[in-house]
């Protein structure tokens, strides 16, 4: 039922509409690596989750668990799109399934400009190779400005992530169905950008679209939940949530075959894993995707992200 990962064309679905994972899990897993997820926080007992604790900006202690707010199963299902463990009899199965969590909780209640910068400096610290945020500033299609901060946590882990070689950092678009065109933290150079396709290879009508969006992947999956509660439930186990949906889901899709990257790889720079990224998507939805000369399109990016294409590359 995770046809993002590999598409037989059952419920309808178009066949092969999915990233190609099986073919990159010949090659890696994610064993290794820890992506760090920025988010409404992740129960460190989940058991499909190898979760690494850090700080929660909200409450103010080392504790990351999700709290009451409408969002808190939100990073739950997230780290479960990049990293359920996978052959464990249970659940899911991330994109990389063999790597570590990293969780912070710093969306869903009060927290400042500060605390994201700071957020991001301990994700570079604590070793995170990828750092995945399905959050976003903008509301009602006006775009952020471009504050110092913002550039400098994101020269941080270009610069310091992994010794220096940079942590790759991916971001949501976002669901408005907005021109993203000069948002201040979205339109910085170092960062991945992910717009949302659904199953049939076209692009979520809602998701955001212009210069900044770098890549797409898959929306709508099923994925990891609060135990119990949460978003709904799958199957009747709570622990699951089918339909995960927005940039959001495909955000994590991206952060996860970048976790494959750095196993495969782990002399990459952040610069070199982002344009491997680009160099092997694939074009969907030629005829409305609008790409230029360069291969590049106000709504897709680059194109759908294609793991087995980015590792073997």
Avoid at 61 to 67: R, T, V
Avoid at 161 to 188: E, H, K, P, Y
Wanted: with cysteine; charged share 15%.
């Amino acid at each position: 039922y995770q046809w993002h990962l590999e598409n037989t064309g059952q419920g309808g679905r178009t066949p092969g509409v999915d990233i190609n994972a099986e073919l990159a899990w010949d090659f890696a897993t994610g064993a290794g690596q820890r992506i760090a997820v920025l988010d409404s926080g992740i129960p460190p007992e989940h058991p499909d989750l190898r979760l690494i604790a850090g700080h929660d900006y909200i409450d103010k202690d080392e504790d990351p668990s999700p709290g009451t707010e409408w969002s808190a199963g939100h990073g739950t299902s997230v780290a479960g799109v990049a990293a359920a463990i996978g052959n464990n009899g249970y659940g899911v199965t991330g994109v990389a399934w063999n790597a570590e969590v990293y969780g912070i909780r710093l969306i869903g209640g009060g927290t400042s400009l500060e605390d994201v910068y700071d957020a991001f400096v301990e994700a570079v610290d604590s070793g995170a190779g990828v750092i995945s945020n399905s959050w976003g500033y903008s509301e009602n299609c006006t775009p952020l400005s471009e504050y110092r901060l913002i550039k400098d946590m994101f020269d941080y882990a270009e610069t310091k992530g992994r010794g220096g070689l940079g942590s790759v950092v991916t971001f949501a678009a976002g669901n408005g169905g907005c021109d993203i065109t000069g948002d201040g933290m979205l339109s910085q150079p170092t960062i991945l950008v992910i717009a949302a396709v659904e199953s049939n290879d076209i692009r979520a009508g809602y998701s955001d679209y212009g210069e900044p969006v770098d890549l797409a992947a898959p929306t709508t999956l099923l994925t990891t939940d609060l135990s119990p509660g949460g978003f709904g439930s799958y199957g009747g186990d709570e622990a699951l949530v089918d339909g995960f949906n927005g940039t959001s889901a495909a955000t994590p899709v991206v952060s996860g075959v970048a976790a494959l990257m750095l196993e495969a790889n782990p002399r990459l720079t952040a610069a070199q894993v982002r344009q491997v990224l680009c160099d092997t998507a694939t074009k969907g939805d030629v005829r409305n995707a609008a790409y230029n000369a360069n291969g590049w399109s106000p709504y897709y990016g680059c194109g759908r992200v294609d793991a087995a294409a980015a590792v073997l590359a």
